[in-house]
C-alpha cells in the first residue's frame, strides 16, 4: 500500500480531488477536468466525489482478439486504492471514436493493435478532433512499435523497445485530424513521468547487469520511450511501446503475465567482431531518444541480436528472465500507467 499522505503523494492527491470538484465558484469557468468528469457523473455515496469514468477502445466484441484484455481493470482497481481519484475500475468500452460516451471520459485508452485500421472515417475524425480540443486524453499503448517488429504482429505485443517515434499509422491517421500538429519525442524532464510515482522501484534484487542497465539505459529515473500530440501546450495524445502486459492481476491478486528483460551488453573486442560478422538477416534503423539512429540486426523471428549505435558501438543483446524480474517489471508498469493516468487527470 502507498501512503500518499506523504507530501509529495498528498500534493497530488489533492490536485485529483480538486480537479473531480463538483462545486463551483459562481464567478469561474469549469475547467477541462471538471467539463468532463463532472457532467452526468454519479456520486460515491462514501466520499460524495464524483465518479470518473475511463474508455477503452475495443472494436470487436471477441475478447480473444484483444491483447491484453484484464490489463485495464487491474490498473483502474491500482488507482483507485492507492489515490483519491474514485475511478471505476470497468471502463466504458466504445467501438470507434464517434462513441457519445468519449465525451464522459476525460481518458481513453487503445491497444494500437486492437484496431487493425486506423484509418479514421469522417465521423471519427470529427468527433476525435472535438474531443481531444476540449480537454480529452488519448493513450495509445503498443502505438510505437520498432520497424524490426512490425512485420511481425504476433510477436510485438511481447516486446516494449525504446523507440521515440510514433508508429507510421498512427501518424498519419492523426495529420488528418491536426496537419499542423506532429508527434515528437517525450523529454524524460516531462513531469508525468513523477505526477504520482517518482523514480524507479527497488532494484536491488535485478541481477548486476540488468540492474546497471535498467538504471541507466532502460528506464532511467522511471522514465520511458515516449512520443507525444500536444494542443494548446498540452498532451492530448500519447504513445508508447506496450506497457499493458505489466498491469494485469487474476483473482488471487497474482500477475498473470510473466516478463524478461531485454539489455544489450558488450565486451572487449565484440564491436571488431560483430564489424566483419557475416550476417544475412534483416537489419533495421530505429531512432533514439535524441533522434539519432540505431542499426538493428535481427533473427528471422524478429528477435534483435546485436546493435550498431551512433559513434560505431556495437552490442549484442541478451534476454534475462527471473521471478524477480518479472515481478520489477510488472510493478514498474503498473507505477508508469499509473503516472500517465494521473497526469491526464490532473493537468
Known amino acids: 500500500m502507498i501512503d500518499i499522505m506523504t507530501p509529495a503523494r498528498s500534493i497530488i492527491a489533492a490536485i485529483a480531488a480538486m480537479a473531480m470538484m463538483v462545486a463551483l465558484a459562481a464567478d469561474s469557468q469549469p475547467s477541462v477536468a471538471q467539463r468532463l468528469t463532472t457532467d452526468g457523473a454519479a456520486a460515491d455515496p462514501r466520499t460524495g466525489r464524483p465518479e470518473v469514468r475511463v474508455a477503452q477502445l475495443r472494436p470487436s466484441d471477441n475478447l480473444w482478439e484483444m491483447n491484453y484484455p484484464g490489463a485495464l481493470p487491474s490498473l483502474l ?154 494542443l494548446h501546450g498540452r498532451i492530448a495524445v500519447l504513445v508508447t511501446p506496450i506497457i499493458a502486459m505489466g498491469w494485469a492481476k487474476n483473482a488471487l491478486g497474482q500477475w498473470v503475465t510473466s516478463i524478461q528483460f531485454r539489455v544489450l551488453e558488450s565486451t572487449d ?22 533522434q539519432a539512429k540505431d542499426i538493428i540486426y535481427c533473427q528471422d523471428n524478429a528477435m534483435p541480436a546485436w546493435a550498431n549505435e551512433p559513434g560505431n558501438v556495437w552490442r549484442v543483446f541478451r534476454y534475462y528472465n527471473s521471478r524477480e524480474i518479472s515481478d520489477f517489471a510488472h510493478v514498474f508498469y503498473t507505477r508508469l500507467g499509473t503516472n500517465i493516468l494521473v497526469y491526464a487527470l490532473t493537468q
Not at 269 to 289: H, M, Q, S, W
Open 77 to 230: 482497481t491500482h488507482v483507485r486504492e492507492q489515490t483519491t481519484a474514485n475511478i471505476v475500475p470497468e471502463p466504458i468500452v466504445i467501438r470507434d471514436f464517434t462513441d457519445e460516451r468519449l465525451n464522459q471520459c476525460p481518458f481513453v485508452y487503445a491497444n494500437a493493435a486492437d484496431r487493425k485500421d486506423w484509418t479514421f472515417s469522417p465521423q471519427e475524425r470529427a468527433s476525435l478532433k472535438a474531443y481531444l480540443e476540449n480537454g480529452g486524453f488519448l493513450y495509445i499503448d503498443a502505438g510505437i512499435t520498432a520497424s524490426f517488429l512490425r512485420e511481425h504482429p504476433e510477436v510485438a505485443q511481447h516486446h516494449s523497445y525504446a523507440e521515440w517515434d510514433a508508429s507510421p499509422e498512427i501518424k498519419e491517421a492523426f495529420a488528418d485530424i491536426f496537419p499542423e500538429h506532429r508527434f515528437q519525442p517525450l523529454p524524460r524532464t516531462d513531469p508525468l513521468f513523477r505526477s504520482f510515482y517518482q523514480g524507479l522501484p527497488d532494484t536491488s534484487l535485478l541481477p548486476a547487469t540488468v540492474r546497471s542497465y535498467t538504471e541507466k539505459e532502460k528506464f532511467p529515473d522511471g522514465t520511458y520511450s515516449a512520443a507525444a500530440l500536444r
Open 269 to 290: 573486442g565484440l564491436g571488431d567482431y560483430l564489424k566483419n560478422a557475416a550476417y544475412g538477416g534483416p537489419k533495421f534503423e530505429v531512432t533514439r531518444e535524441d
